[in-house]
């Protein structure tokens, strides 16, 4: 199976979640030939629960994905920690909504959660943690403690961060963040729209149908990351209509206003 393991279903935290946009984002992925994606809508986006409630009106969900025609949607989101970084966590939906509900309190800058916290919450409940792009300079991971980089089940090769930093100098820093650890790495598109859908994907071999399974074949090595050629130019074109998308956005709320 071909998985993105970190993919948005807004364009942005300030945005109003639209089933219409997000189906743009699974025709796309559909399209560049993967079979399923991780959610990991940020934890504190407008209205959180819109995202899932949503998806509940829908797409069939039997506790650890939505199916749409066979595509799957593994249930996950993005947490914001006290050390700067970002944290995608996946698994049932209902212990993940469950950790959300504990994270009420931390949602804004001055009240993160603390790291080991945030372990504390997501390990009892057998959520996959994984450390979202730990070498971007707003939002870095790799300085916090070796004990607790040891925790993670994977890094994050992210497509944003591939692009930015450079492919080449990104994966060195990545994998070797990796090995230091004995973490494995894994490929996330970082997409908030279509088009940068596909510029990174994983290959994982069999069927997968819990995160625990995914998880699993990670820690066993059987993840093959991939990259596209056209990966800068993916992510080149979805920032300018990231842009564009926001400003019109920001227009129409002005003239309700």
């Known amino acids: 199976m071909k998985f993105d393991f970190h993919i948005h279903a807004k364009l942005s935290k300030k945005t109003d979640f639209s089933i219409e946009h997000f189906t743009t984002i699974l025709d796309e992925a559909k399209m560049h030939g993967l079979d399923a994606i991780i959610l990991t809508e940020h934890f504190n986006t407008h209205r959180f629960d819109d995202v899932y409630g949503t998806l509940d009106q829908h797409f069939p969900c039997n506790g650890h994905y939505y ?24 698994g049932p939906k209902e212990q993940l909504l469950s950790v959300r509900k504990a994270l009420d309190g931390y949602t804004s800058p001055d009240r993160f959660i603390p790291l080991e916290a945030l372990f504390e919450l997501c390990e009892p409940a057998g959520l996959m943690v994984i450390g979202g792009h730990p070498f971007r300079k707003s939002n870095h991971l790799y300085h916090v403690a070796p004990e607790l980089l040891r925790r993670f089940d994977a890094f994050d090769l992210n497509g944003k961060d591939l692009h930015e930093i450079g492919i080449q100098e990104n994966i060195a820093k990545v994998l070797t963040l990796g090995e230091q650890h004995g973490v494995p790495v894994v490929a996330g598109s970082d997409a908030h729209q279509m088009f940068q859908v596909g510029c990174v994907y994983n290959e994982l071999p069999g069927n997968y149908d819990t995160v625990a399974n995914i998880r699993a074949a990670i820690a066993a090595g059987l993840c093959k990351r991939h990259i596209s050629p056209s990966l800068h130019l993916q992510v080149r074109a979805a920032n300018t209509v990231k842009k564009l998308l926001k400003k019109k956005v920001e227009v129409v709320d002005s003239l309700h206003g």
Not at 74 to 82: H, I, K, L
């Open 67 to 90: 199916d749409r025609n066979g595509f799957r949607i593994f249930t996950g989101m993005e947490v914001d920690v006290a050390e700067g970084g970002h944290i995608l966590i996946s």
